[in-house]
């Protein structure tokens, strides 16, 4: 994607993959895997997905990881 990092940092995943992301708070680094969506700002970590089972470790900072159809619901 050459607009990746000029306007936007978004990727797909499947399967399994190690991150470590630098900060940008103008532009968080957004994983799709699966039916959840982890975003970052800076921060390392792995996810890994198998089947219907996605696992999000954090090595250093912090992560959100919801699913975007339950996100807005109460």
Avoid: C, M
């Amino acid at each position: 994607d050459k607009d990746f990092n000029l306007t936007h940092r978004n990727v797909s995943l499947q399967g399994s993959a190690f991150f470590d992301v630098k900060p940008d708070k103008s532009k968080p680094f957004i994983i799709t895997s699966g039916e959840l969506v982890t975003e970052v700002v800076g921060t390392s970590f792995e996810i890994a997905q198998k089947h219907d089972q996605i696992e999000v470790r954090v090595v250093t900072g912090a992560v959100t990881v919801y699913n975007p159809r339950l996100k807005n619901q109460n």
